[in-house]
């Protein structure tokens, strides 16, 4: 099935865990108990937004990791949802020349991004699916191509919390849009003030 095809049918199902929170995505989760909301929004914030010590990759290759693993775990709100907030962010800093690259990680294509990207990547991605199979040979390939201890450490991290969201997001099938536009809103806020900043109008139904 068509990327576009899987999106529309998951945009239709309903939630199959009751007394959840009338709520999309994620937001079911962080609107279960006022802990998960700051503790999962505190988490987004420390590896996607705060100055990590000693790494080397920005705001919207940090969202676009996110994405990646998330295509990986075939989750399509977190993949939709951090590729509209990598857009955000390159278009924040002037760089829509790399905006191509958002789709591209979608269809598992990652030839245009640059050695250490790419490597990264691998990293994330490889935790992402069996996180026994990453290897030192990766970590060093990442190293070679100009990722710092750092940035191998966020990918792992981005990778693991990820994974974990994915899951919360599909284990309860919540709400996902059937339009990437949906995200749009709330990308730009993130680009602006991070996660923990509360959206302007309650998230509800499918956007």
Known sequence: MARDD????????????G???????????IQLTPALDSHLLGLADAL???EYPGATIDRAER??????VSAGNDCFFCMDSHGAHAA????????????PLIEAIKLG????????MRALIRVARTVGRAPRELTADDV?????AGATDADVQLAVLIASAFSMYNRMVDGFRAR???????YRTRAAQIAEAGYSIRPAVPASGRA
Do not use: C, N, Y
């Open 6 to 17: 899987e999106r529309l049918a998951r945009s239709q199902e309903a939630p199959i865990v």
């Open 19 to 29: 007394g959840l929170p009338e709520a999309p995505g994620i937001r079911v989760a």
């Open 48 to 50: 996607l937004v705060d």
């Open 63 to 68: 969202e676009m990791l996110a994405e990646a």
């Open 88 to 99: 955000a962010l390159l278009e924040k800093g002037g760089s829509t020349q790399l905006l």
């Open 109 to 116: 294509s990652f030839d245009e991004f640059s050695p250490k």
């Open 140 to 144: 060093a390939s990442a190293r070679a």
């Open 176 to 182: 996902t849009a059937s339009d990437t536009g949906a």
